[in-house]
């Protein structure tokens, strides 16, 4: 039997709390969906993501590729894909928008009544989309937050929730249950949805015309934040986010660079200076704190980690891209 550290009280109030039951997996109305895919170099991470899509979707999907300015051989792999899917669609930007623009324009194009996000350095699960639908449509929901796992297997966050921790003016996401088995969060919630206000970015389900009408992401933000303030934004407007426990994909925040320009990405998406400009941003527009130093020492050794093993692989394999 897999190892259960202590319940958090926030956790044992979300189990103790009014259920919301689930009554029919797949009710019969079936929306349109498109997967919005942000593409921007590490090309084997974009490869597995696209792999698990299609293995385990369970659900019709259009699949919309916006690539952000990746290196020829990416959008040589991307192509190739557009020309063997009726359903892929490949937007190429000339110039790079960031994450937040990026994802605006995407589903701008988009033609589902849904969105489902990703980011490439994610990997769906069997049933990943058909749950993530069936949750929309029980509860008419606007956004839906499907369960994420680390690499290790063990549950990363459930109905990840923004809040001020003890008080503090540093507003914070709490990955509920996580570091948990996935079998004993999805046995306590098997039967019902949990209500929450937090929607990530990379990985979640939109109602396209809710999304627009809450004026999308904020383009200021470049790495980071835009999606909590969406999320405040969509608060703000009397909406609520849907958890389901069933809906399953793993985040992959410990991946490694292959190559040189794998260890560029990483550089600027761990650039502290360019998080301490976003975040400048979010307290101008919120009044809250939301980079605490502790996050940012948690950055610094992320990035530290992957350059070092990085470097332990060895020069040539790094500039020799390693791509298999």
């Given at each position: ?57 369970d ?23 557009k ?37 490439n ?16 449509v ?8 499907p ?7 063990q ?18 996401i ?20 949990v ?21 999308g ?28 426990a ?6 992959d ?29 979010f ?9 605490p ?7 610094q050794?992320?990035?530290?980690s ?5 470097d332990?692989?060895g ?10």
């Open positions: 039997m897999s190892h259960l550290r202590p319940l958090h009280a926030r956790e044992l109030v979300l189990l103790a709390r009014e259920r919301h039951p689930v009554v029919d997996p797949l009710p019969p109305h079936r929306p349109r969906v498109t997967v919005v895919l942000l593409s921007l170099d590490r090309l084997h991470l974009t490869q597995r993501c696209i792999d698990s899509i299609f293995a385990y979707a659900y019709p999907f259009d699949l919309l590729i916006h690539d952000d300015g990746s290196q020829p051989e990416v959008l040589a792999y991307l192509h190739r894909l020309a063997e899917h009726e359903n892929v669609q490949l937007i190429e930007s000339r110039r790079r928008l960031g994450c937040a623009a990026a994802r605006n324009r995407a589903f701008a194009e988009a033609k589902g009544e849904y969105v489902f996000s990703l980011d350095d994610t990997v769906c699960h069997p049933g990943w989309l058909r749950e993530s639908v069936a949750c929309a029980r509860r008419a929901a606007d956004f839906v937050a369960l994420r796992l680390d690499p290790g297997g549950v990363w966050s459930f109905a990840a929730e923004l809040m001020r921790i003890e008080n503090s003016d540093v507003l914070e709490a990955r509920w249950f996580h570091d948990l088995p996935l079998d004993s969060v999805q046995r306590w919630f098997a039967v019902s949805d209500r929450t206000n937090f929607i990530p970015g990379g990985v979640g389900l939109f109602r396209r015309s809710t999304f627009q009408a809450c004026g992401f904020v383009e200021g933000y470049q790495f980071g934040f835009e999606d909590i303030d969406f999320s405040l934004k969509l608060r703000q407007r009397g909406y609520t986010v849907w958890a389901t069933q809906a399953v994909l793993m985040h925040d410990a991946w490694r660079p292959r190559c040189e320009v794998d260890v560029r990405y990483a550089r600027r998406r761990y650039d502290i200076d360019a998080l301490r400009v976003a975040a400048a941003l307290k101008e527009r919120w009044g809250v704190d939301v980079l130093e502790k996050y940012v020492e948690s950055l050794q992320r990035l530290h992957k350059l070092r093993e990085t332990a692989v020069t040539d394999r790094v500039r020799g891209g390693d791509e298999r």
